[in-house]
C-alpha cells in the first residue's frame, strides 16, 4: 500500500513530492495543503475547489486527446513549486483557511455525465499532485463510470505516487518550465531531473502526453536551449510528443516584457527541426495552430482560438493521404472534409 509519509524524530516526512518536507505537529508543507495532523502528513483540502468549469480540450492544453472535444476541469489551491511568474498564482500560492467551496468525487463525476461532449475529469488550474487522495477518489470514480481522466501538472512528483496516478489518469499535460536546472532553482524552488522522470515514466507508460513550455523573455528564450530541450524530448520521449510553446504574459511577482511573435516563431522554428508537432499559445495568430502530417505536409486540423475542425483524415485518425496515424485518439464524427 503506498504511504505518502512517514514519521521522522518528532517530525513527520512527507513523501508525494521531491520536496519531502519534514514538518512539525501543526506545521504545512511548502504546498501549502499538506499538514502534520500528529500522526502523519494529511492532505487538508480535500475536496476544496477552487475553479469548476467545462473547458476545450484545446485549453488544457491537449491538442492531440480527442480534439474538439470538451472536459470538465477541477481545481484546488495550493502548489509545490514557487513561481514567480505564476500565471494562476491567486489559487497556487495561496490557501484559505476557510471555505465553503467544496465538492466530493460522487458530484463530480455526476456532473460530467450531464455534460454534452464531455470526455471525462481534468485536474488542473492548481498542481493536482498535492491533492492527490482527492484526485484519486474522483479519477477512480470518474472511470468506473466509463469516463477518461486528465491532469495538468508540473511533473515534480516522487517515483512511487506517481506509478499510482499513472494507474487512473489516462492523459497528462506536463509544464517543462525551461531546461536548465538554474531556472528550476532559482525561479521555482525545485529541481528539473524529477521533472524529467516524471515526464519519462509517463511515456514509458504508454499514456497520452503533451508538454508545455512558458517562453518568458531573457530567462528561458534562447534558441539554443530550445534545440536542447526539443532534441532530448524527441530522443527520450517521442518526436511525436506535442510541444506547447506559451506566450508569456507580466504576471505575479515578475514584469518581464511580454514575449515578441518574433522570438516565439524563432523558438518554434527550432523545435520543428526535432519534433513533428509543435504548438503556439497565448497569440492572436494563426501561426502555430494547426496540425499538418509529418510525412506529406497534408493540413489535417484547423484551429481558431478553440474552436477546432478535422479535416483530410480516415476514420481511424490516419492521414487520407499518405495514412499517417495522426491521432488514436479520436471520436470519428468529428471528422469534415476540407
Known amino acids: 500500500m503506498l504511504k505518502l509519509s512517514r514519521k521522522t ?27 502534520n495532523t500528529g500522526t502523519e502528513v494529511e492532505l487538508t483540502t480535500y475536496g476544496l475547489v477552487s475553479g469548476y468549469a467545462v473547458d476545450p480540450l484545446e485549453k488544457k492544453p491537449l491538442y492531440h486527446w480527442f480534439p474538439g472535444y470538451k472536459i470538465l476541469s ?10 514567480d511568474f505564476c500565471q494562476n498564482y491567486s489559487i ?11 465538492m466530493t468525487p460522487a458530484n463530480i463525476v455526476r456532473d460530467a455525465l450531464r455534460v454534452g461532449r464531455n470526455v471525462g475529469v481534468a485536474f488542473t488550474y492548481n498542481e493536482p499532485v498535492i491533492s ?13 463510470n466509463g469516463l477518461y481522466t486528465a491532469m495538468i501538472s508540473n511533473g515534480f512528483v516522487n517515483e512511487e505516487p506517481l506509478n499510482e496516478i499513472l494507474k487512473f489518469i489516462d492523459a497528462f499535460n506536463i509544464d517543462l518550465k525551461a531546461f536548465n536546472n538554474d531556472f528550476y532553482r532559482h525561479m521555482t524552488g525545485s529541481a528539473i531531473e524529477p521533472v524529467k522522470k516524471c515526464l519519462k515514466k509517463i511515456s514509458e507508460a504508454k499514456k497520452h502526453l503533451e508538454i508545455t513550455t512558458l517562453i518568458i523573455p531573457g530567462l528561458n528564450d534562447s534558441t539554443d536551449e530550445m534545440e536542447r530541450e526539443a532534441e532530448w524530448i524527441a530522443a527520450e520521449l517521442g518526436e511525436d510528443i506535442p510541444l506547447h510553446l506559451s506566450r508569456y504574459f507580466p504576471m505575479y511577482k515578475r514584469n518581464d516584457d511580454i514575449t515578441s511573435e518574433t522570438t516565439l516563431r524563432k523558438l518554434y522554428e527550432a523545435a520543428k527541426t526535432k519534433l513533428h508537432y509543435v504548438y503556439i499559445g497565448n497569440l492572436n ?17 484547423v484551429r481558431s482560438g478553440y474552436n477546432t475542425r478535422l479535416i483530410n483524415l480516415k476514420s481511424d485518425g490516419c492521414c487520407d493521404k499518405c495514412g499517417t496515424l495522426i ?10 472534409k476540407s
Open 132 to 144: 492527490f487522495e482527492f484526485m484519486r477518489d474522483t479519477a477512480i470514480a470518474a472511470k468506473n
Open 285 to 301: 495568430s494563426e501561426m502555430g495552430q494547426h496540425t499538418f502530417c509529418p510525412v506529406c505536409s497534408n493540413r489535417v486540423t
Open 74 to 83: 477541477v481545481g484546488s489551491y495550493g502548489c509545490n513549486m514557487k513561481c
Open 92 to 102: 497556487s500560492q495561496s490557501v484559505p483557511e476557510e471555505s465553503d467551496q467544496h
Open 9 to 35: 524524530e518528532n517530525k513527520a516526512e512527507c513523501l508525494l513530492c521531491p520536496h519531502q518536507c519534514k514538518l512539525e505537529v501543526g506545521k504545512s508543507g511548502i504546498c501549502g495543503a499538506r499538514k
Open 327 to 336: 491521432y488514436s485518439n479520436l471520436i470519428p464524427a468529428l471528422q469534415t
